[in-house]
């Protein structure tokens, strides 16, 4: 096992995913390939669905965060599960339509939604759009009133909080592009403006605090502060509020160094938390929604390159060059996202080399990692980036105008196509 259960060595010494051989994986479907193990995406799913439903009782609704990695067979997937999802853009809504995924189970995100992204909402009938902000909550509602439909909705909300400090810091994330912040008292005139607005009705709350969050401190303190909103809006407003979706953000190891934590403990001690601000606060608990991404794809992943060079820099360091770079993945370049390497056809001999890797695009930032520890390496290697399942495929780019590599599906040692490769014809389709 390397990392995660579903990364193993066989009797090659070749790194299986998900059972399958990804030497063989590279020769069948050709590198770089992002690789999904669905069986994983599954138990996550599963796993989050159990945990919400001891934790919120049945109708709990987890939304899979679809912006993480989202393509047609991703949504089938959530819908077999049993999952909600989380669409943020008009593109993510048509191919979840594509999937006939049911509208109901949709919330509809984004902090600046065109008339026609809310026109595409409404023609599909979503279940909830969760309003950002009021020119959005006007437009929601003459758009609902023009069709002579009741839009159920949410607001997002700002609690003020900085996850990566462990108590709330009031003020932290007030000024931010999304939602309203409580701080201000904009959240208190919003939730006013959205009672009274015509072809809408207010459900619930929205907040995310962030992502790749390992604590439940930031869970506990967001969801203190939202009860007490939740109970200041009954008593200055009159208006109960049945939902509250406290977002997306636990945390995915990354590499040996990154803690695996237990999403069923978390979901379970965000449950009790609520429940006890709610009996303090004396209202009525809500439905909770939770909206991972991440965590519910992130080590499922894993992408395949072949390596095309070894550059050793006599006093400075080693490079190791792949066929792919930060058009499939710009987590290295934009955050400095740690991950794990290895050279698949070797997985099972030290990795005591260390090694900067290196993308084709033509731009020195154009890197996947730097200083990891890896096998020695040769030209026509195939080398595995592990956990790529999250942000990878979706922030892919044709920077260079390289294609953007194929989604391969595994389940049970066999592979199948969900993305095909795109092709150089692909790339220049739409060039007058
Ligand atoms: N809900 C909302 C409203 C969000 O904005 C997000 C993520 C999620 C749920 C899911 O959060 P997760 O469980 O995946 O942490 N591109 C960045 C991550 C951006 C996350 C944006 N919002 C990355 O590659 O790390």
Known sequence: ????????????????????????????????????????????????????????????????????????????????????????????????????????????????????????????????????????LDAVSAEALRRGITQGILLRITPGIDPHTHRAVVTGNVDSKFGSAIATGQALEIVQRAINASGVELVGLHCHIGSQIFDIEPFSDAADIMVRFIAEIKEKLGCEIRELNLGGGLGVAYTEDDAQISYADSIAKIGKIVRSFCSEHNITAPRVILEPGRSLVAAAGATLYTVGSVKEITGFRNYISVDGGMPDNPRYALYQSQYTALIANRASEARDYVATLAGRCCESGDLLGENMKIQRAKRGDILAVLVTGAYNYSMASNYNRIPRPPVILVKDGEARVAVKRESFEDIVRNDI
């Not at 390939?33 to 609704?61: H, M, P, Q, W």
């Open 1 to 136: 096992m390397i990392l995660y259960p579903h990364f193993d060595v066989n009797e090659k010494g070749h790194l299986t995913i998900g059972g399958a051989d990804a030497v063989e994986l590279a020769e069948r479907f050709g590198t770089p390939a992002y690789i999904i193990d669905e069986n994983v995406v599954r138990a996550r799913c599963r796993e989050y669905l159990t945990a919400a439903a001891e934790s919120f009782g049945k109708d709990a609704l987890p939304l899979y965060a679809s912006k993480a990695l989202c393509f047609t067979e991703m949504y089938r997937i959530a819908k077999e599960e049993g999952m909600g999802i989380d669409c943020v853009s008009s593109g993510e809504l048509y191919t979840a339509r594509r999937a006939e995924f049911p509208a109901e189970r949709i919330y509809f995100h984004g902090n600046n939604k065109t008339d026609a992204d809310i026109a595409l909402a409404m023609d599909m009938g979503v279940g909830r759009i969760v309003v950002d902000n009021t020119d959005e």
